[in-house]
């Protein structure tokens, strides 16, 4: 088993990657780095410099705090010749990822963008429905409560944190996996609260008869739901991909739990073959999106 630290100890490295790393086959974790969070048990370190120097023997560094202080993590861990998985989204700016990818193929090891959405439970099986049908139209709703999900994290409204996208850009991991044919952003409105650098929610059109409505703002049951109409019926998938709707039959179930899991699979099958996985499509969208969109100011926001 290969050995693995966790870098940014926060709400999601607790929630998912502490748990996948524990019933993985592949790897362990071996080591945290965070200013502040630990996990009990796991050897804890607050310098990263520190660490890559103490421990050549962890080859895998997980890093999972917000995307703005991300790339010079990512770029130590590469040029220490360490094998580095990105959280989504993988950086603040496109740029950046570029550049981690140039980095990682120069050092010869694995820098993976994941997607967590990508591995819920129905979209492959989405995928593969839709390959033998045209696609006439879809809407993404992906609604859900930033207190829940994000208690506290002003990071989220600040520059570089993508504000609404945060989850957004989970729904277009999903769109652009499962679609048979590119799309691209061709309009999009986006609620700024009067108090914050990034939007609260966004309403995007896209080629194809494609739309989205993302907002953080919804209380109670959430919703991550894609509706797809083709020329064969309706397909939908439900909660966050992990169910699938078709000829009025589903299959999956509402759990995320798997997700992760499988994204650590994913990391040591590239290890092993000596690949790197960096697709960007879904970032893409977020920056035609900021790009294109139409400022509204709203109400301000407050934790």
Do not use: C
């Not at 039959?249 to 996985?277: F, H, N």
């Amino acid at each position: 088993m290969r050995a693995v630290a966790l870098v940014g100890i926060g709400k999601i490295a607790r929630d998912q990657h502490v748990p996948a790393l524990a019933a993985s086959p592949d790897f362990t974790l071996a080591a945290t780095v965070s200013r502040s969070g630990t996990v009990e048990g796991v050897e804890a370190w607050t310098d990263f410099d520190a660490f890559l120097s103490a421990r050549p023997d962890v080859t895998v560094i997980s890093l999972t705090m917000p995307p703005q202080p991300r790339y010079p993590y990512a770029e130590k861990a590469l040029r220490a010749g360490r094998h580095v998985m990105l959280e989504k989204p993988p950086g603040q700016t496109l740029a950046e990822v570029h550049a981690l990818e140039r980095l990682a193929a120069e050092q010869g090891v694995t820098l993976y963008a994941t997607w967590h959405s990508r591995m819920a439970r129905a979209v492959a099986a989405t995928k593969a429905a839709l390959a033998g049908r045209t696609v006439t139209g879809a809407h993404i709703t992906w609604r859900e409560d930033v207190r829940k999900w994000h208690p506290g994290q002003d990071w989220v409204f600040e520059p570089g944190g993508m504000g609404v996208f945060d989850p957004g850009i989970n729904a277009l991991s999903v769109l652009t996996e499962i679609l048979p044919m590119p799309v691209h952003v061709t309009a999009a409105t986006l609620e700024f609260p009067e108090n914050r650098d990034t939007p609260i929610a966004a309403q995007i059109s896209f080629s194809g008869g494609i739309t989205a409505d993302f907002d953080w703002r919804q209380e109670g049951p959430q919703t991550w739901d894609i509706d797809i109409e083709t020329d064969q019926g309706p397909v939908a998938l439900r909660h966050g991909g992990n169910q699938l709707v078709l000829d009025g039959q589903a299959t999956g179930d509402a759990s995320i739990m798997g997700e992760y899991p499988a994204l650590y699979a994913r990391m040591a099958g590239l290890i092993r073959t000596g690949q790197s996985e960096v697709d960007l499509s879904p970032m893409v969208h977020v920056a035609d999106a900021l790009t294109l969109g139409r400022r509204v100011t709203v109400a301000g926001f407050a934790f």
